[in-house]
């Protein structure tokens, strides 16, 4: 179990995928560029093996945004989308209207 002051320091937003491409020498590896309202973000996401880039492209997601960057064959990821990972594959959360990238998630 985490507190609530725990949970308070995640900053969850919504954002726009723009761009979607797959890595090159991954099976699984999508490079995303992903509008947050009042910035840009570059996720690499392994869920190619359930979703195609083109796909996506113009897909509102939620986005985990203050994690710490990571580099994953050699791009830097700047945040985290979410997803259920289901026997079926990876499903994106998203939300079940259209919100502005950068809304809040509460």
């Known amino acids: 179990m985490i507190s609530y002051e725990d949970f308070q320091k ?6 726009k995928i723009e761009a979607a491409e797959r ?6 590896l999508l490079k995303l560029q992903v509008d ?5 973000r570059q996720i ?3 869920i190619g093996r359930f979703h195609d880039p ?15 960057h990571r580099t994953l064959m050699g791009f ?12 079926e ?3 994106l959360l998203r939300p079940d209207r259209e919100v502005p ?4 998630i509460k």
């Open 76 to 87: 830097e990821s700047q945040g985290m989308l979410l997803a259920a990972d289901t026997e």
């Open 36 to 40: 947050l309202g009042d910035s840009q």
């Open 10 to 15: 995640l900053e969850i937003k919504i954002g």
């Open 23 to 28: 890595i090159i020498g991954s099976d699984k």
């Open 44 to 46: 690499i996401a392994g």
């Open 101 to 104: 990238p950068g809304t809040g």
């Open 54 to 68: 083109e796909d996506i492209i113009g897909h509102e997601i939620v986005v985990l945004t203050n994690l710490e």
């Open 89 to 91: 594959g990876s499903v």
